[in-house]
């Protein structure tokens, strides 16, 4: 079973839609979950940072991680077309924190 | 926003050539990595470094690449005689001393070996 995996789409949606994006992952001593955002030919930038269960909030963005299920979410709110980009979820054990990640979705928001 | 950046953006190398891959941190971040990734595959970790050390690496990382920070700034990742198979972006990230900080990373430099 991979460690960590993501739909990598694509996902069309129309602005103003709410999207949503998730991973599951099988390694239970993961407990740092982030979301980073991807434009093309840039590096991942960071959007959303949680640590063990729970949910973050953070303007248009939600971040979710159930850990009992070892599945994380990420919802955008009101969705522009500013947020088409691939959305890549990683996460790591305590200790190192060296990050492993998901594949990325890739998202459209069409206006 | 302090930020990483790397440098060259772009390098073309001809294979079994060396090359030398740089990175500045942001400037009070003490842990840093090294990650790739290959077109259309997720991105790897490639090592970790603190305190002028290595301290973890993947298997990727064998004989063929090293790392330093040679000066209170820069972080560098040498390739030696490099493969057509190492053809990826190369992402430097840093982060803050303390358990629940996150990783901060550079705009990647895309190494193409010919």
């Known amino acids: 079973q991979k460690e960590v995996e993501q739909d990598p789409g694509p996902l069309s949606v129309p602005e103003g839609a709410i999207v949503s994006l998730n991973c599951t992952y099988s390694?239970?001593?993961?407990?740092?979950f982030m979301w980073y955002r991807q434009y093309s030919r840039k590096g991942p930038e960071l959007l959303m940072y949680?640590?063990s269960s729970g949910n973050k909030e953070d303007g248009r963005f939600t971040a979710q991680v159930d850990k009992s299920s070892k599945y994380i979410s990420l919802f955008i709110r009101d969705s522009q077309p500013s947020d088409s980009a691939t959305y890549l979820c990683?996460?790591?054990?305590?200790?190192?924190?060296?990050?492993?990640w998901g594949l990325g979705t890739s998202l459209a928001v069409n206006p | 926003e302090p930020e990483v950046t790397q440098t060259p953006s772009h390098q073309v190398t001809q294979m079994g050539q060396e090359v030398i891959l740089r990175c500045v941190p942001i400037s009070n971040h003490l842990y840093f990595y090294w990650y790739r990734q290959i077109l259309g595959q997720k991105v790897e970790f490639l090592v970790s470094f603190y305190n002028n050390e290595i301290s973890e690496k993947s298997e990727i990382f064998d004989d063929q690449f090293s790392v330093e920070r040679p000066d209170g700034s820069n972080f560098t990742l040498k390739i030696r005689s490099t493969k057509l198979e190492d053809s990826a972006m190369y992402f430097c990230a840093s982060r803050e001393q303390g358990d629940g900080q996150p990783q901060h990373f550079g705009d990647g430099t895309r190494l193409s070996i010919l």
């Open positions: 390694n239970s001593a993961f407990q740092y």
């Open positions: 949680t640590y």
């Open positions: 990683a996460m790591s054990a305590a200790g190192n924190r060296k990050l492993i």
